[in-house]
């Protein structure tokens, strides 16, 4: 994973230095968070979480640990190419860094679309599934972009509703096509996966402003946690509503409960 993270930071930088030399004007930060977004470990994120709802909580401390692990496998590779850089003097503008705005034009929403659907494709999801996780990465940005333009919500609250709502829907579409619940979740979360707040704060800590890239990197674990909660949350809610579930655990629902008491 350091591995994949030097290379696709050095893509950056070159195309950065390449850009400078030529007035190329090219937004290598732009490539470089694309990149990280897609090592990103949104399915051990989700899954861990996943587990410590259900009370497997030994595998959900084993898959959450594995999340931090390949976070600082990333943190590693860019920051040692991002130090490298600003020692050859290839400067790291951090005004020029790509971040997550609240647009909800039509090419943002099509980007939104095309990140769930690459990500479903990145991790082998059958393409009969794409259309859906693309309209579900649609969705959650909508709702993201739409708490925060309309009633001025942080971006972690936006987050959790959004992931939220992705969650109820996914699970929803799992239990009614009989699929597993996994592929439509990790996929539909892309659009908000913190790689430009990540990317922000290590290049922070390169620049000597320790302090302000360790808040980012909490950030952005923060809304990678947000994200995590947010579809699991989703998930319980269809259980708790759906028949047979929370909604129907008394009495009346349980022939054995009714027995027990002694009630007929």
């Known amino acids: 994973m350091s591995a994949a993270a030097v290379v696709a930071s050095s893509i950056g930088v070159g195309l950065l230095w390449v850009s400078t030399e030529l007035d190329l004007g090219l937004q290598a930060g732009a490539i470089i968070t694309g990149n990280i977004m897609a090592l990103l470990p949104g399915r051990p994120l989700v899954s861990s979480l996943q587990d410590g709802i259900s009370g497997s909580y030994v595998s959900a401390a084993a898959r959450l640990l594995e999340t931090f692990f390949i976070l600082g496998a990333i943190v ?23 971040s997550a705005g609240t647009a909800m034009d039509v090419p943002v929403l099509i980007g939104a679309a095309g990140i769930a659907m690459a990500f479903a494709i990145s991790l082998a999801v059958p393409p009969r599934m794409l259309p859906t996780i693309g309209a579900l990465g649609v969705m959650i940005w909508l709702i993201y972009a739409g708490l925060r333009l309309l009633l001025e919500v942080p971006p972690v609250v936006g987050t959790i509703v959004g992931a939220m709502a992705v969650g109820v829907v996914g699970h929803w579409l799992a239990r009614r096509t009989q699929r597993p619940v996994l592929p439509y979740l990790i996929p539909s979360i892309a659009p908000l996966l913190p790689g430009s707040i990540l990317y922000r704060g290590l290049i922070e800590i390169t620049q000597g402003t320790a302090v302000s890239g360790l808040l980012s990197i909490a950030e952005a674990v ?7 909660a947010g579809v699991n949350l989703g998930g319980e809610l269809v259980r708790a509503f759906q028949r047979g579930g929370l909604a129907g655990a008394g009495m009346r629902s349980r022939p054995a409960a009714r027995r027990t008491r002694g009630g007929y």
């Not at 020692?87 to 005004?95: N, Y």
């Not at 923060?222 to 995590?228: D, E, F, I, S």
């Open 222 to 228: 923060m809304v990678a946690l947000a994200l995590g």
């Open 76 to 98: 590693a590779g860019v920051v040692s190419v991002a130090y490298t850089a600003t020692r050859l003097g290839i400067d790291l503008d951090l005004e020029n860094l790509p």
